[in-house]
């Protein structure tokens, strides 16, 4: 389960990268006239734009049930979400390529180019921080998956889109200096126009791949496969449980929800088959606190699992 620390940590370490070197290149656009540090610092400003967006879904999501909404705010941690995603792809990618466009077909020398590969270098030590961050994160609740099984497997929506984030600012920076260099050596602006469009098509890429990921959040994705497994196999292994007809589990935000379909062994009574039934959900939410609701139905008709 993410605790508030876990989830909110690699956020605030992103939104300090990214404040200080969004106005790092600012000055060093206007300094220089590069579209591509231009591109770069629409870029970082849309990230700590992200990163607030994704703070106030997190405090959102810990209002309590009400007559509304009786299960919480859990997934209103996914439409922020989105919005980040939404964000990354029209204000950071697609900005970025009308810009280069337009310095494309109106090309402009690059002036004070050392203070760009300057700014530029001290970013990567800044957003390499940020990543460290969220990968320190990522590790903690990965199980040792790899990082793109983790990608598309994590229900932990906020964490997905910081590690988005950072990779893509990460791969764009070198965009941009290898497009700034370029452009110096060659004495051809054309290259800081390509790089300009290079910087938004990858943020482009990205944001769809973080939007095809929490798509599926919305929707209603179960908990992680592993998760899952681990829930089933517990109730198995219970004694007051002969099968488990049917298990269904819901991410819910950060919470769990768990509906189960099991043959009980016989009991003397119905008071005492209540007592077999609280006792498996209590084993359940000591064992996965995220577990909020879990909900058993006994039946005698086998199924299937």
């Not at 591109?39 to 970082?44: K, L, P, R």
């Not at 109730?235 to 919470?255: F, K, M, S």
């Not at 077999?276 to 084993?283: D, F, K, M, Q, S």
């Not at 000591?286 to 879990?294: D, I, L, N, S």
Request: aromatic share 10%; hydrophobic share 50%.
């Amino acid at each position: 389960m993410a605790t508030k620390e876990t989830s909110t940590r690699p956020i605030y370490y992103a939104l300090g990268a990214n404040g200080g070197i969004a106005a790092a290149k600012f000055a060093a656009a206007f300094f220089t006239g590069s579209g591509a540090m231009l591109a770069e610092a629409i870029h970082s400003l849309a990230d700590c734009t992200n990163q607030l967006f994704l703070l106030r879904g997190l405090k959102e999501a810990k209002k309590p049930p009400d007559e509304s909404h009786p299960m919480g705010y859990g997934r209103v941690v996914y439409f922020w979400a989105m919005m980040v995603a939404l964000l990354l792809f029209f204000l950071g990618g697609a900005f970025s390529v009308l810009q280069g466009v337009e310095r494309f077909s109106k090309p402009e020398p690059l002036e004070n180019v050392m203070i760009a590969l300057g700014v530029l270098g001290i970013s990567v030590v800044l957003e390499s921080f940020s990543l460290y961050g969220a990968m320190k994160e990522i590790r903690k609740t990965s199980g040792g998956k790899p990082f793109f099984k983790w990608f598309r497997e994590t229900r932990q929506s906020e964490l997905l889109v910081v590690a988005g984030e950072d990779i893509a600012a990460l791969c764009g920076l070198t965009l941009a200096f290898i497009a700034v260099l370029l452009a110096v050596v060659t004495g051809n602006p054309i290259w800081d126009a390509i790089g300009t469009i290079a910087v938004g098509v990858l943020l482009m890429v990205v944001a769809v791949f973080v939007m095809h990921e929490v798509k599926g959040m919305i929707t209603g994705e179960s908990a992680a496969p592993e998760v899952h497994a681990a829930i089933k196999a517990h109730i198995l292994a219970r004694p007051e449980v002969d099968r488990v007809i049917h298990l269904i589990t819901v991410q819910w935000g950060a919470q769990l929800m768990v509906a189960v379909q099991a043959r009980m062994h016989a009991q003397p009574s119905d008071h005492a088959l209540v007592d077999a039934i609280n006792a498996v959900e209590e084993t359940i939410q000591q064992r996965w606190p995220q577990v909020k609701w879990c909900f058993f139905e006994p039946d005698f008709d086998p199924g299937t699992d």
